[in-house]
């Protein structure tokens, strides 16, 4: 005798939380069989995979990051990245979302983080505070709508350029860089790969946009190269595990754990030039962002 899929886990179901023989045969009429069936349906509908837990200070950690897409080129981008069971993070524009909201649902699925890059790129720091709120909320509906209900914790604003005023709009932990490739300056793929495989350091941030073929067409050797080097690839939410974000400051890297190597003042007892917020715990020693982003 065949009974059917959902009449079987209905009688498991059933039979864990101890019901009856009768009950058993109740699950099998037509109603419950639609409940079940849709309650299967609703389990079997994919949903993303959650942060790995993985301690940067022990691995060798870095986080790729890909702005201003999703793009033409996002797809193959993630293509590479499942063949390597490499994550990634990606700042989205939300003016972009709409016209590849499948390759943002994919994005999700596949682990790899959903953030916030502002709607349309301007310099937020020349907007008014409802200006820079409409930026960032505009950009969270369009990813959580279609991602399937993913909201963005993490941003990066455009160019780099942000301040105190702007730090608090956001009302987001702000995420630059430790390694600025310039891939947008120069699109070239033997520049953009020389310099992913051989500029990230541990805990480090490396700054791409997938809006471009060659950064694209570069990251199968990056991510072999790196890999060579030792690196495993995280997200920014992954790598900053176990060290506490907060919404406003700015953050280049995991911070190292101390005493550090260089002998660099205290976390909190400078401000870089990027730096807005009351602290900047980037490693003061790592070099400034420049102003792509
Ligand atoms: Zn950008």
Same mark, same amino acid.
């Given at each position: ?7 079987? #886990?209905? +009688? ?18 037509? =109603? ?64 972009? &979302? ?51 209900? &993913? ?19 956001? %009302? ?24 992913? #495989?051989?500029?990230?350091?541990? %805990? ?17 050797? &990056? &991510? ?5 080097? =030792? ?16 919404? %406003? ?17 205290? +976390? ?26």
């Amino acid at each position: 005798m065949q009974i059917s899929k959902y009449a079987a #886990i209905g +009688a498991g179901l059933l039979l864990l939380a101890g019901c009856s023989h009768a009950d058993k045969r109740q699950a099998r009429t037509a =109603g419950q069989h639609a409940e079940l069936g849709s309650k299967a349906q609703a389990s079997r509908q994919p949903t993303p995979p959650p942060p790995r837990k993985i301690d940067c200070d022990q691995v060798k950690c870095v986080a790729l990051t890909f702005d201003d897409g999703p793009g033409p080129y996002t797809a193959g981008l993630l293509d590479t990245l499942k063949k390597n069971g490499a994550r990634a993070t990606f700042f989205m524009l939300g003016e972009n &979302v709409g016209a590849h909201a499948a390759v943002v649902r994919r994005m999700a699925l596949e682990g790899h983080e959903l953030a916030n890059h502002s709607w349309s790129h301007p310099q937020l720091t020349g907007l008014s505070p409802a200006g820079v709120r409409s930026q960032i909320q505009r950009t969270q509906q369009a990813i959580a709508q279609a991602s399937g209900g &993913v909201r963005p914790t993490l941003m990066r604003p455009p160019y780099g350029a942000t301040n105190k005023r702007v730090g608090h709009d956001i %009302g987001m932990p702000l995420i630059l860089w430790s390694v600025d490739t310039l891939d947008w300056r120069y699109r070239d793929v033997a520049r953009d790969t020389r310099v992913g #495989i051989k500029e990230p350091q541990p %805990g480090g941030i490396v700054l791409y946009h997938d809006i471009h073929k060659a950064s694209v067409e570069s990251i199968p050797k &990056v &991510v072999d190269g790196l890999k060579k080097r =030792g690196f495993t690839f995280v997200t920014v939410s992954e790598l900053f595990q176990g060290q506490k974000l907060t919404p %406003g400051v700015t953050y280049t890297e995991r911070l190292k754990p101390a005493p550090v190597t260089a002998s660099p003042p205290p +976390a909190g007892s400078s401000a870089g030039p990027a730096g807005p917020g009351p602290t900047r715990p980037g490693n003061p020693a790592s070099p400034a962002p420049s102003s792509t982003g």
